[in-house]
């Protein structure tokens, strides 16, 4: 099982360009989240996708976008890149959300996103 | 809104001593609460959930944690730290549809 796997790993922009990060969830999961983690700080929840839908978002601008495919792998997509858009990019993939409340979020290791 | 806060920026023991990171919820109904390790460059591991049932929850790696309805906490421990333990520790409580909400994390050292 390869768990969760993103890319690319790193990723260097320029103010004002577009950027598309790419997620394949644990084997199982069909829930695919995306977390921004800026330096030094937390985790935060950018939106969720479950059967190819945004379920939840968080307190992020429209810029932000994504897609999630029929086998449950996910793009997170964001235009007219900031300097502060500069964080490591989390996806998190889990359960059913019908299904058990149980199971664990698991992380991928992220995309390094560097705007410039 | 749920959320979760981690007091401590930093947490300093030596090799061998007990390790205790310290965090709090807010909560609307029952919580679902996680503790998550980052190592420096990678993603989030798992170390261990409360979800019902026992208030002393076992994990990964000889961590445990105590979850106490009354003071609203949920308390990181292990009992002998290793220097292999240094790393962030996040603490999070989660939604009915798997949103997490962090901490802003504990930097944890172990000393030789």
């Known amino acids: 099982d390869a768990g969760v796997t993103q890319s690319p790993t790193h990723l260097i922009k320029t103010r004002g360009q577009q950027v598309t990060l790419r997620c394949s969830p644990k084997?199982?999961?069909?829930?695919v989240s995306w977390y921004q983690q800026a330096l030094g700080q937390g985790p935060q929840f950018i939106f969720q996708y479950y059967e190819e839908e945004e379920r939840q978002r968080g307190n992020f601008p429209d810029r932000f976008s994504g897609h999630q495919f029929p086998n449950y792998s996910s793009e997170l997509n964001v235009n007219a890149l900031l300097l502060g858009d500069s964080a490591l990019y989390l996806c998190?993939?889990?359960?059913?959300?019908?299904?058990?409340?149980?199971?664990?979020?698991?992380f991928g290791q992220g995309t390094r996103l560097t705007v410039v | 809104a749920q959320s979760v806060a981690q007091p401590e920026d930093q947490v300093n023991v030596a090799e061998g001593n007990p390790l205790t990171v310290k965090c709090t919820y807010s909560?609307?109904?029952?919580?679902?609460l996680f503790w998550y390790v980052q190592y420096p460059n990678r993603g989030l591991q798992f170390l261990l959930k409360?979800?019902?049932?026992?208030?002393l929850v076992k994990g990964s790696y000889g961590f445990e944690a105590e979850f106490n309805k009354s003071q609203t906490s949920f308390h990181l421990k292990k009992p002998s730290a290793l220097v292999s333990d240094s790393a962030l520790y996040f603490c999070a409580v989660r939604d009915m549809v798997y949103k997490l909400s962090f901490g802003a994390g504990t930097t944890v050292t172990v000393r030789a």
């Open positions: 409360y979800i019902t049932g026992d208030n």
């Open positions: 998190a993939s889990s359960g059913r959300v019908t299904g058990s409340m149980n199971t664990e979020a698991f």
């Open positions: 909560v609307s109904g029952n919580p679902y």
């Open positions: 084997s199982g999961h069909d829930t």
